[in-house]
């Protein structure tokens, strides 16, 4: 009898342990962030744990920052005698390989793009499309802002994704974007959406896109960071290096009655067209560029070293095209350094 009213008091004994581990786990759970509050981690590179070093389990245990592959700015690195950037509002130049930053101007700094834009716009395009698609023209391409560079596509035109890719990298075709737009986005609204989530993905939280395009809109900005990292990944994709690289590009797509419309348009990168050249030992791979009255005159590059080592460089709200790439030439002699 003693025996089984041990057996009793053990099970009485247990149920309470266990309803004591249950309440504290639901109180641990409310505290965490199941109910209304809400609690969240400094961001801080110095803290054992914070929301930037506790971001990745990896297999054998440890964990991976977020930005382990990329390179990281905190302040401005410049050499005022070796850059003259007095003429540009922001600029950076990174190598890729080391992850490691070369120079740093306003690097943080909320900006218009201009047709920087275009670079998202190309890697949601080529996540979410095929380059045999066939994309056709609505209203959405008529853009009547003076002095957009356009393609001139009607509603009812008609070209494949790839030959969309080609004339907006190449060209910066602003009717383009729109068409590409509203054909993987079913709107130009709903790709705009898209562009927004895949910025947050890469880690460029200080980017807002309102268009596809970078024509003017005060609430459509990014920072001179922010376009590393997208850029960052766009040279992953293939289909977008081999395009940066061209000085030209001909095609022919169609209009709503299905006659040809014959297009010849030349790259607007002033290094590939051979009117500046690269410092020596650095060779211009291709980039982007950029030009409106808010956003002023924009640059992003991919270039290499003798090595073949990567880099990317970035300058923002140059005053004139001639000061961009002056500027942009003394910034790419610093991989020599």
């Known amino acids: 009898m003693k025996h089984i009213s041990r057996i009793k008091e053990f099970r009485v004994r247990n149920r309470k342990i266990t309803a004591l581990a249950m309440g504290l786990a639901l109180m641990v759970s409310a505290l965490g962030g199941c109910g209304d509050m809400?609690?969240?981690m400094d961001y801080s590179l110095a803290a054992q744990v914070s929301s930037f070093n506790v971001t990745m389990a990896q297999s054998n245990g440890m964990t991976k920052p977020f930005a382990s592959d990329l390179c990281v700015v905190s302040a401005d690195m410049m050499d005022d005698e070796a850059v003259d950037m007095a003429h540009a509002e922001a600029a950076v130049l990174f190598d890729v390989s080391e992850k490691e930053v070369r120079y740093s101007k306003n690097a943080h700094t909320q900006m218009y793009p201009a047709s920087l834009t275009k670079v998202m716009t190309a890697i949601v395009a080529i996540q979410n499309s095929s380059p045999d698609q066939v994309l056709v023209a609505t209203d959405a391409v008529r853009i009547t802002e003076s002095g957009a560079q356009l393609c001139g596509l009607k509603a009812g035109d008609s070209m494949t994704m790839?030959?969309?890719?080609?004339?907006l990298l190449l060209y910066s075709a602003n009717d383009v974007a729109n068409?590409?737009?509203e054909n993987v986005g079913g709107s130009v609204d709903g790709f705009v959406e898209m562009m927004n989530k895949e910025a947050k993905r890469l880690g460029a939280t200080n980017t807002n896109f309102m268009n596809p395009h970078g024509l003017t809109d005060e609430n459509h900005y990014t920072t001179p960071y922010d376009m590393y990292l997208i850029f960052n990944?766009?040279?992953k994709y293939e289909t977008f290096t081999e395009i940066i690289q061209m000085t030209n590009y001909q095609t022919t797509y169609y209009d709503a009655n299905?006659?040809?419309?014959?297009?010849d348009y030349k790259t607007t990168n002033r290094f590939l067209k051979g009117d500046f050249q690269a410092p020596t030992n650095v060779n211009v791979i291709g980039?982007?560029?950029g030009t409106t009255n808010a956003a002023g005159h924009c640059l992003i590059l991919l270039s290499r070293d003798t090595a073949g080592n990567p880099y990317i460089s970035v300058i923002l709200r140059a005053e004139n095209n001639d000061y961009?790439?002056?500027?942009?030439?003394d910034l790419l002699d610093e991989i020599n350094k």
């Open 38 to 40: 809400k609690y969240g």
């Open 162 to 167: 790839a030959q969309a890719l080609h004339i």
């Open 179 to 181: 068409l590409i737009a």
């Open 233 to 235: 990944e766009a040279i």
């Open 258 to 263: 299905g006659r040809e419309k014959e297009v």
């Open 287 to 289: 980039g982007k560029t």
């Open 324 to 329: 961009l790439y002056q500027q942009m030439t």
